[in-house]
């Protein structure tokens, strides 16, 4: 097995939304504001090269949306899903499966570009399975004002339309083996119904991708929730027992969001659970 970080775009979002009730004079210790108040975010998406399949986990923002709307959230720097992909060696057409941890825009936009003609979309992985689940897709595909935003139909039904698509089975238990994938899949329901979390064993090492259970570092201590976060409450006792199991288990947590700090690690201390170590992709993967 080997892994590949994808860096599919940066961009930034509004720092108090990123940290719903916490003050900005914490939160911009570790996210530093801009002049608009927006902090630096990124879209590290997570390859892994397995075998005969070639799974991508996430895939960005996409470029199929219009500049009013990319105007919204600042891209920064030169990444691109694509750019990105073929710098590993790879094609779009290579990709065997594409994981969706969920179907916010942020994470599945990439997944669905436009036809030749711009005329309508097409999904992006010709010869990929999609995976969701049905709790979440009928979450996405009927959804509460509150996530309306950021669950936009064009990302999510051609997905379906395509025949591409498969849910994986939810149980009681949050943590289940997915054998055709490889890898442990976390069930969590703070951010929204029934994200998931891939746990990748590879070589010596557990890698979590965080997705946002834990968007960035600085979402480390337990109150610094997001107000995106549908269930709150639920997200704070999700991401206790989940970082608790991190230092306990010293897993290796990947952070999809987190523009400056790839890879870290996490320990138990006085004050609840703090960031040990950070780490490069290129020191781990």
Same mark, same amino acid.
């Given at each position: ?10 961009? /930034? ?35 892994? @090269? ?13 470029? /199929?949306? *219009? +500049? ?11 990444? =691109?899903?694509?750019? *990105?992909? /073929? ?9 065997? =499966? ?7 825009? +942020? ?24 995976? *969701? ?8 595909? @009927? ?9 936009? *139909? ?5 997905? !379906? ?7 994986? @089975? ?24 029934? !994200? ?44 206790? !027992? ?15 969001? +987190? ?10 201390? @006085? ?15």
């Amino acid at each position: 097995m080997k892994l590949h970080a994808i860096e599919a775009g940066n961009f /930034k979002l509004d720092g108090g939304a990123m940290f719903g009730v916490v003050p900005k004079v914490l939160w911009n210790k570790t996210n530093p504001a801009d002049a608009n108040n927006q902090i630096d975010l990124a879209a590290r998406c997570l390859l892994i @090269e397995d075998g005969n399949r070639l799974i991508l986990i996430d895939t960005g923002m996409g470029n /199929k949306q *219009s +500049d009013k709307f990319f105007g919204f959230y600042n891209m920064w720097g030169n990444f =691109d899903l694509e750019h *990105s992909l /073929k710098q590993k060696g790879f094609s779009k057409n290579d990709i065997t =499966d594409v994981f969706l941890t969920h179907l916010h825009f +942020d994470h599945c936009g990439g997944a669905v570009s436009w036809n030749n003609s711009r005329t309508g979309y097409e999904t992006t992985f010709k010869n990929a399975t999609y995976w *969701s689940n049905e709790n979440h897709w009928n979450w996405a595909t @009927e959804p509460n004002a509150r996530e309306k935003a950021s669950f936009l *139909s064009e990302n999510i039904l051609p997905i !379906q339309e395509s025949g591409q698509l498969k849910f994986i @089975e939810t149980t009681n238990n949050p943590l289940i083996n997915h054998s055709e994938l490889n890898f442990g899949v976390l069930f969590v329901d703070g951010h929204t119904e029934k !994200q998931m979390i891939p746990h990748i064993k590879y070589q010596d090492k557990t890698i979590v991708f965080c997705a946002d259970l834990l968007p960035t570092a600085g979402h480390i201590p337990l109150p610094y929730v997001m107000g995106y976060d549908t269930r709150p409450l639920l997200t704070l006792s999700e991401k206790d !027992q989940f970082l608790k199991e991190a230092a306990l288990n010293n897993y290796y947590l990947f952070l999809e969001h +987190d523009a400056h700090n790839h890879i870290i690690t996490v320990k138990e201390t @006085e004050k609840g659970i703090r960031l040990n170590e950070v780490f490069s992709v290129n020191d781990i993967l």
